[in-house]
């Protein structure tokens, strides 16, 4: 069989789409195969995501909203008057809203999102509802380096606020890895709040990630669509299919796209085999404990200033303080 042409790119490459085109390519080609969770969030896979948010078996964002409205008050007291939020992983900054409620003035919130159209769209919408507060958002991977605005690092102090138990997306190590950059972004007397999901029955879990109506397989199978579109991908999404199970040895929910079938899938130019059945592991959302998550953020610098849970205890809100930096004692004085 003779291969096709590539078909030509109508726009320059951007870095952002060379990053994307690195990490497919990369990820397919590995073995077993693997796709970055970051990148389900492009417009349609940040509105699916919203979707699945309101899904009858998705416990986790209503767990969370929960407990913001009841503990509020609790977590406003360690933040101070003129701070600046940050928010990492914003989306549609609907927990922020809930947040920033209960919260004393602050100099500004900046919500951080890979996903530019959704924040500035959500920028738009808080405005009016929070006349007094300056809305700064940044445009970014909340995995790599990134800088705040000039009036976010005038504030006194910073917040760093990390809801929606994203944290599970990382291996512990990143997990880790993020939580000592918060610190760096954040600096000195800082607070940190983070959302996380916690280890519950595996029938909760696996409803939630597996529900009634497709949409989180649909919210899968997006990613296709993406690599597709964006990368000259030739991926028939009837040949693959959403799987998702909790892998209790890992504390953690696995999502695969199943290849139905023995196939070759061409990306970017570059052809990729498939063995029937074999899968593309897309996600894991690791669940947590307090105590777990406790002591991943001590190793990362942070010590413990707070936690609330839901009644059923399905989901975490835990604050962390930054420790004072360590002054090293020198030999001789
Ligand atoms: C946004 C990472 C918290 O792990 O539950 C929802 C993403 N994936 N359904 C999660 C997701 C499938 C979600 N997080």
Known sequence: MVAL???????????????FEADVLAGLHATPKRLPPKYFYDGVGSQLFERITDLPEYYPTRCEMRILR??????????????????FGSGSSKKARILLRALPPLAAYVPVDICGEMI??????LRPD???????????????????????????????????????????????AFLRNAA???????????????????????????????????????????????????FKLDTFEHHAFYNRERHRIEMHLASLKRQKVKVAGET????????????????????????????????????????RNYFSIQAFALAKPQTTPRAGG
């Open 70 to 87: 009841d503990h509020g008050r609790d977590i406003a007291r360690l933040v101070p008057q003129g701070a600046t939020l940050v928010e």
């Open 184 to 234: 760096r972004i954040l600096g000195a007397g800082a607070t940190l709040i983070v959302g996380a999901d916690l280890v519950k029955p595996v029938d909760v879990l696996h409803a939630a990630y597996n529900d009634a109506a497709g949409v989180t397989a649909k919210f899968n199978l997006n990613l296709l669509v993406r690599i597709n579109r964006e990368l000259s991908g030739t």
């Open 120 to 125: 500035e769209q959500e920028a738009l919408e």
């Open 272 to 311: 990729i085999d498939f063995r029937a059945g074999e899968t593309i592991h897309t996600e894991n959302s690791y669940k947590y404990s307090v105590d777990s998550l406790g002591a991943l953020a001590r190793g990362a610098g942070w010590q413990p200033a707070g936690g609330w849970t839901d009644e």
């Open 130 to 176: 929070f006349p007094g507060l300056k809305v700064l958002p940044v445009t970014a991977d909340i995995t790599q380096q990134f800088t705040l605005p000039q009036e976010a690092l005038a504030a006194p102090v910073r917040i760093g606020f990390f809801p929606g138990s994203t944290i599970g997306n990382f291996e512990p190590h990143e997990a880790a």
């Open 5 to 19: 042409a590539r078909s030509p790119r109508i726009q320059p490459k951007t870095d952002e789409t060379s990053a």
